[in-house]
C-alpha cells in the first residue's frame, strides 16, 4: 500500500482511537489533521469547521443512516433526519439552524430518513435528489417543485469535483412482530411515555412515507465517485443484493469507502447476511456502518463487532471503523503513487 493511500486511511482512523496511533503518524498525516477542521463536535453544516485542504473528504455521522459529506467546500447531506424526537439522543443538528448545504441525496422515503429535508432544503433553496416515491412525498410536504430531482436506477449526476452514480436497491424487510416486542422492551426498561412524546414522535412520523413501494422502488443506493478516482459508496437500507447493485459495482469496481446499513433485528446472526453481501458486492477498502443506534421505541442500538468479524473473515483486506456519533473522520483522496 502506498504511503499517500496509508495516510488517508491513518487520519480517519487517528480521530477514532486518539494519540497513541497518531504517534505512528507519518509527518505529513500528522500536519493534515492539524491545519483542516478535522476535529470536535460540531457538523460542518451548523458552522463546524471544514477541511482546508482539497485532498480531503470529511465524513460525520448523525445517527441513524445520515452522514455529512464535506468536500471542496460543500456539504452535502446523506439523509436528514435530525429532530428525532423528545425520547431519543440527539444529533447535534438544529434543522433551523442548518448553515451550510449544498444538496440532500435520501436513500428512501421513510421518515428516519427525509423527515427533515424539506424544511432545510426549503430554506436553503437547494436541491433534493432520491426516487420518484421520495420526491414526490417530499413536494407533497411542501418541497418547491424546482427543488426536487429524480433519480433512477443507472443514472449519474455531475456535481464540481465528483460525480453521481445511482441504482435501485432493495429495502431492509422487517418482521411487524419483532418491531412489536422490541417497543415492549422499551416499556420495560424506560419512563413511560407521555402524550407529549406521542404527539411530537407522530408528527415526525408524518414526514415521509409508509407506502409499500418504498421497499422494492423507492430505495437508491449512491456511489459519489470524486475526480481523483476515490470512490464512496453510501446505501441506507440493507435488503437483498439487486440487479442495480451490481451493476453499480461493476462499473464502479471496487470500492474506497462504503458506508452501508446495518438495522432493525436485535440477533447480529438476522442482519449479517444482508450486509454482509451488500459489503462483498462493493469490495470496500473501508467500511463504515450506519443505521445501527437505537430509535426509541422501535430499533435498539447494534453491537457493531459481529458484523465486523464476519467482514474480516469475508474480506480480510477491508478496514472495518465504527464512526463516534459527531466525530469527524477525514480522508485522503489522492490516488496512490503508480
Not at 87 to 101: E, I
Not at 323 to 330: E, Q, T
Request: proline content about 7%; some cysteine.
Amino acid at each position: 500500500m502506498s504511503s499517500r493511500r496509508l495516510s488517508g486511511s491513518l487520519v480517519g482512523l487517528a480521530l477514532m482511537v486518539g494519540p497513541a496511533l497518531m504517534a505512528s503518524f507519518t509527518a505529513h498525516a500528522a500536519q493534515t489533521v492539524a491545519e483542516v477542521g478535522c476535529t470536535g463536535l460540531v457538523p460542518a453544516m451548523m458552522g463546524g469547521p471544514m477541511p482546508t485542504d482539497r485532498n480531503l473528504i470529511m465524513l460525520r455521522w448523525l445517527s441513524t443512516a445520515n452522514y455529512e459529506l464535506v468536500y471542496h467546500g460543500q456539504v452535502y447531506l446523506l439523509d436528514a433526519y435530525f429532530d428525532r424526537g423528545p425520547r431519543n439522543r440527539p444529533t447535534g443538528v438544529v434543522p433551523s439552524q442548518v448553515q451550510r448545504a449544498a444538496a440532500i441525496f435520501i436513500g428512501h422515503a421513510h421518515f428516519d430518513h427525509m423527515s427533515d429535508a424539506v424544511p432545510i432544503a426549503q430554506r436553503m433553496r437547494i436541491p433534493v435528489y432520491g426516487a420518484q416515491i421520495t420526491i414526490d412525498t417530499a413536494r407533497s410536504l411542501g418541497l418547491p417543485s424546482g427543488l426536487g430531482h429524480v433519480v433512477k436506477d443507472g443514472d449519474t449526476v455531475r456535481f464540481p469535483g465528483m460525480t453521481v452514480d445511482t441504482a435501485l436497491a432493495r429495502h431492509s424487510s422487517l418482521n411487524p412482530e419483532v418491531l412489536r416486542q422490541l417497543g415492549k422492551l422499551f416499556d420495560l426498561d424506560a419512563r413511560p411515555e407521555t402524550s407529549d412524546d406521542l404527539a411530537a414522535e407522530k408528527k415526525i412520523r408524518a414526514e415521509g412515507s409508509f407506502a409499500p413501494e418504498v421497499i422494492t422502488q423507492g430505495t437508491i443506493a449512491y456511489a459519489f465517485t470524486f475526480d481523483t478516482g476515490f470512490k464512496l459508496v453510501w446505501l441506507d437500507s440493507a435488503g437483498p443484493v439487486t440487479a442495480g447493485d451490481r451493476a453499480l459495482a461493476d462499473k464502479l469496481g471496487p470500492a474506497d469507502i462504503a458506508i452501508i446499513a446495518y438495522q432493525g433485528h436485535p440477533v447480529a446472526e438476522t442482519q449479517i447476511p444482508y450486509t454482509l453481501d451488500l459489503v462483498k458486492v462493493f469490495r470496500p477498502r473501508i467500511f463504515l456502518p450506519a443505521h445501527h443506534d437505537e430509535i426509541f421505541g422501535a430499533f435498539v442500538d447494534l453491537g457493531v463487532e459481529p458484523l465486523f468479524e464476519a467482514i474480516q473473515e469475508a474480506l480480510p483486506g477491508t478496514q472495518t471503523i465504527a464512526p463516534l456519533h459527531r466525530r469527524a473522520m477525514c480522508f485522503d483522496i489522492r490516488k496512490p503513487a503508480p
